[in-house]
T-cell receptor, first 115, second 111 residues
Framework: GAGVSQSPRYKVAKRGQDVALRCDPI?????LFWYQQALGQGPEFLTY????????KSGLPSDRFFAERPEGSVSTLKIQRTQQEDSAVYLC?????????????FGPGTRLTVL | RKEVEQDPGPFNVPEGATVAFNCTYS??????FFWYRQDCRKEPKLLMS???SGNEDGRFTAQLNRASQYISLLIRDSKLSDSATYLC????????????FGQGTELSVKP
């Protein structure tokens, strides 16, 4: 079956540009997570949705970062006025249910480079 | 100090060697523990969960010491295909479902 998909796979932006990264979770998965992975580091949590509700956005680095999941399926992570420090791989993960632990399945990521 | 800390890498070992990775976590409320594997330029994938009693999956053995807040992964008879970055991961349900990752330890298995 189809896994988590993300688009675009690669994005190059000039400093100051806005970008939008898309995540298509596995069908039927209730929970959706965004992580940021800098070069040589492990992924770091950004935000979490359960259906359309954003339950935790404590990891978003600044108010330039905004995420939404309006219909409880596809999610978009938007970064406004990109800075060089935003260069990273942005990973999306989905899992079956919100309570307890269900394995998170990761998408291939979007590699963002800000020049 | 990071919430999850791992041995710095890289580990370069010959085929057939036994290699051990260590990890410590600082949040005593952490409730679930995992090892993920990440190949170069790929997404992380769950390798195995880690249970208090210790658990084994083929050549892989994971151990958890809650008192010391220490997690380990042992790989026996390493294969070329084991070359990857190994991520130590913890989860605290009180913080929702978010995974807390260590920085990862790179393993390179040479012929």
């Amino acid at each position: 079956g189809a896994g988590v998909s993300q688009s675009p796979r690669y994005k190059v932006a000039k400093r100051g540009q806005d970008v939008a990264l898309r995540c298509d979770p596995i069908s039927g998965h209730v929970s959706l997570f965004w992580y940021q992975q800098a070069l040589g580091q492990g992924p770091e949590f950004l935000t979490y949705f359960q259906n359309e509700a954003q339950l935790d956005k404590s990891g978003l680095p600044s108010d330039r970062f905004f995420a939404e999941r309006p219909e409880g399926s596809v999610s978009t992570l938007k970064i406004q006025r990109t800075q060089q420090e935003d260069s990273a791989v942005y990973l999306c993960a989905s899992s079956l249910a919100g309570l307890g632990y269900n394995e998170q399945f990761f998408g291939p990521g979007t590699r963002l480079t800000v020049l | 100090r990071k919430e999850v800390e791992q041995d710095p890498g890289p580990f370069n070992v010959p085929e057939g060697a036994t290699v051990a990775f260590n990890c410590t976590y600082s949040n005593s409320a952490s409730q679930s523990f995992f090892w993920y594997r990440q190949d170069c330029r790929k997404e992380p994938k769950l390798l195995m969960s880690v249970y208090s009693s210790g658990n084994e999956d083929g050549r892989f053995t994971a151990q958890l010491n809650r008192a010391s807040q220490y997690i380990s992964l042992l790989i026996r008879d390493s294969k070329l295909s084991d070359s990857a970055t190994y991520l130590c991961v913890v989860l605290n349900y009180n913080q929702g479902g978010k995974l807390i990752f260590g920085q990862g330890t790179e393993l390179s298995v040479k012929p």
